[in-house]
């Protein structure tokens, strides 16, 4: 560093040297000469300027502002600056059409060097930017190299990375059926339905390298409910529908699809449909204790889904938790969306239980059923007792006195069972959820054989 110092120092002392032979004494002999023409005329200038104090002061004031000046341009010229500029697109030149080039980054950083000025001038200057020329390359791998166009001489470049190796590919094509995907479908309106989607293509062509084409699965146009110009039912049009290829994994394949875009013609439905509420206790009350009656704040509702799913739902279950309970309540109920159901009309209910003391009632003579039972076999009781069996009834006797044996259903479920006799469990349920059910005979026997 000391010798980079007296070198700078040396230079200085001949710029400062140059410039007294060239500036100072010239001027000098000049002040002398003028001196002389106005010596006649003007004794004081004459006396003044003919001092050698005065001329070695101005002599002294020139030679400090030509330092200052030398000195100034000097520090310009030594001072030096860099400065990168980051992500800057990478431009290839080849054939397209032929081939598939990969390795060969996006963006890179330029480091610019030079005085401060120059780096300002650059950046405000067109150029050609960061280029790599890979005409007359064959398929292969190769490492090449990028340039960068900069008109200001003065600057010096670095690229980071300046040499990257590519491999180029033979482009070939192929055509893949096209299908779609519904993007943010929780984004329309809950009472809607998307019931058809018809796009103005059904297949489109791939191209890349031929390993990338082996990857893609399936071709999808994205549609997204977010471009959707309204959300009411109807249909509409969507252009330029974006498409992706994709792997068996569901990942995204960079290739080439043609045409880039497609267009779509959406339907949107609101199938909707009115239930009835059905309201179910669960639960046991308190001993003696009975449902006198249940209501509710609304008798049905309207539900929103999809029309295969609404085919399937006739009421809409609600649940009560009465276990005991042993006066009236009020409960305040969130209704449960069925699967398939997007939307209900009503988001809660208020369910009032009215509790009475409990009673018995017996029905004699309630014909036994049978569910599940194998279509190559045949069943029958093994006795006339076998067929038949008394359900107690237990309930407010209110309920009791207004119901018949119509709403009991006595079965026995014989799922898994083959020939011969088998004892089985006897099951009872009724229609009114305001009363429970149970079997004085709790098993029966029955007699099963090949058809």
């Given at each position: 560093?000391?010798?980079?110092?007296?070198?700078?120092?040396?230079?200085?002392?001949?710029?400062?040297?140059?410039?007294?032979?060239?500036?100072?004494?010239?001027?000098?002999?000049?002040?002398?000469?003028?001196?002389?023409?106005?010596?006649?005329?003007?004794?004081?200038?004459?006396?003044?300027?003919?001092?050698?104090?005065?001329?070695?002061?101005?002599?002294?004031?020139?030679?400090?502002?030509?330092?200052?000046?030398?000195?100034?341009?000097?520090?310009?010229?030594?001072?030096?600056?860099?400065?990168?500029?980051?992500?800057?697109?990478?431009?290839?030149?080849?054939?397209?059409?032929?081939?598939?080039?990969?390795?060969?980054?996006?963006?890179?950083?330029?480091?610019?060097?030079?005085?401060?000025?120059?780096?300002?001038?650059?950046?405000?200057?067109?150029?050609?930017?960061?280029?790599?020329?890979?005409?007359?390359?064959?398929?292969?791998?190769?490492?090449?190299?990028?340039?960068?166009?900069?008109?200001?001489?003065?600057?010096?470049?670095?690229?980071?990375?300046?040499?990257?190796?590519?491999?180029?590919?033979?482009?070939?094509?192929?055509?893949?059926?096209?299908?779609?995907?519904?993007?943010?479908?929780?984004?329309?309106?809950?009472?809607?339905?998307?019931?058809?989607?018809?796009?103005?293509?059904?297949?489109?062509?791939?191209?890349?390298?031929?390993?990338?084409?082996?990857?893609?699965?399936?071709?999808?146009?994205?549609?997204?409910?977010?471009?959707?110009?309204?959300?009411?039912?109807?249909?509409?049009?969507?252009?330029?529908?974006?498409?992706?290829?994709?792997?068996?994994?569901?990942?995204?394949?960079?290739?080439?699809?043609?045409?880039?875009?497609?267009?779509?013609?959406?339907?949107?439905?609101?199938?909707?449909?009115?239930?009835?509420?059905?309201?179910?206790?669960?639960?046991?009350?308190?001993?003696?204790?009975?449902?006198?009656?249940?209501?509710?704040?609304?008798?049905?509702?309207?539900?929103?889904?999809?029309?295969?799913?609404?085919?399937?739902?006739?009421?809409?279950?609600?649940?009560?938790?009465?276990?005991?309970?042993?006066?009236?309540?009020?409960?305040?109920?969130?209704?449960?969306?069925?699967?398939?159901?997007?939307?209900?009309?009503?988001?809660?209910?208020?369910?009032?239980?009215?509790?009475?003391?409990?009673?018995?009632?017996?029905?004699?003579?309630?014909?036994?059923?049978?569910?599940?039972?194998?279509?190559?076999y045949r069943v029958q009781a093994a006795?006339?007792?076998?067929?038949?069996?008394?359900?107690?009834?237990?309930?407010?006797?209110?309920?009791?006195?207004?119901?018949?044996?119509?709403?009991?259903?006595?079965?026995?479920?014989?799922?898994?069972?083959?020939?011969?006799?088998?004892?089985?469990?006897?099951?009872?349920?009724?229609?009114?959820?305001?009363?429970?059910?149970?079997?004085?005979?709790?098993?029966?026997t029955v007699r099963i054989s090949k058809?």
């Amino acid at each position: 560093m000391k010798k980079i110092i007296r070198g700078i120092g040396k230079i200085f002392s001949h710029i400062g040297s140059f410039f007294d032979k060239i500036l100072i004494t010239p001027i000098t002999k000049l002040l002398l000469k003028i001196s002389d023409i106005y010596k006649r005329n003007t004794k004081n200038i004459e006396r003044f300027i003919g001092k050698k104090q005065t001329l070695i002061v101005i002599s002294l004031l020139l030679a400090v502002c030509v330092f200052l000046i030398v000195d100034s341009e000097s520090s310009t010229l030594i001072d030096q600056y860099a400065e990168v500029l980051y992500d800057q697109p990478v431009t290839a030149t080849y054939n397209e059409e032929a081939y598939v080039v990969e390795g060969l980054p996006e963006t890179v950083d330029i480091t610019l060097v030079g005085q401060k000025r120059h780096i300002f001038l650059a950046k405000q200057s067109p150029n050609d930017g960061v280029t790599v020329d890979l005409t007359g390359l064959k398929p292969g791998q190769h490492k090449v190299t990028l340039r960068y166009t900069q008109k200001i001489g003065s600057l010096d470049y670095r690229l980071d990375p300046s040499t990257v190796t590519i491999t180029i590919y033979d482009k070939v094509s192929e055509t893949k059926s096209l299908t779609y995907d519904i993007l943010h479908q929780d984004n329309l309106d809950s009472r809607l339905n998307i019931s058809n989607v018809e796009l103005d293509r059904s297949e489109v062509i791939v191209k890349g390298a031929e390993y990338k084409l082996d990857e893609v699965a399936t071709v999808r146009a994205l549609i997204d409910v977010d471009d959707f110009p309204t959300q009411e039912a109807g249909e509409l049009t969507l252009d330029n529908v974006r498409l992706v290829a994709y792997d068996q994994s569901g990942e995204i394949v960079d290739v080439e699809i043609v045409p880039k875009t497609v267009t779509a013609k959406v339907t949107i439905t609101s199938p909707s449909k009115e239930v009835p509420i059905e309201i179910t206790p669960t639960g046991d009350m308190a001993f003696g204790k009975a449902i006198q009656s249940l209501s509710s704040s609304v008798s049905s509702v309207t539900i929103y889904g999809s029309e295969e799913a609404l085919q399937n739902i006739d009421a809409l279950p609600v649940e009560i938790d009465v276990t005991g309970l042993e006066d009236n309540k009020d409960y305040t109920v969130t209704l449960e969306r069925p699967n398939g159901v997007t939307a209900i009309s009503v988001n809660t209910i208020t369910v009032n239980v009215v509790v009475d003391d409990s009673t018995t009632r017996e029905f004699e003579n309630i014909s036994i059923a049978t569910e599940n039972l194998d279509d190559q076999y045949r069943v029958q009781a093994a006795s006339e007792a076998d067929s038949r069996v008394t359900v107690v009834v237990t309930g407010s006797k209110s309920v009791l006195d207004s119901i018949d044996s119509s709403i009991i259903r006595a079965y026995v479920d014989l799922s898994g069972l083959g020939e011969g006799d088998h004892e089985v469990d006897v099951h009872v349920t009724g229609s009114d959820a305001r009363l429970s059910y149970s079997a004085r005979t709790t098993k029966v026997t029955v007699r099963i054989s090949k058809k």
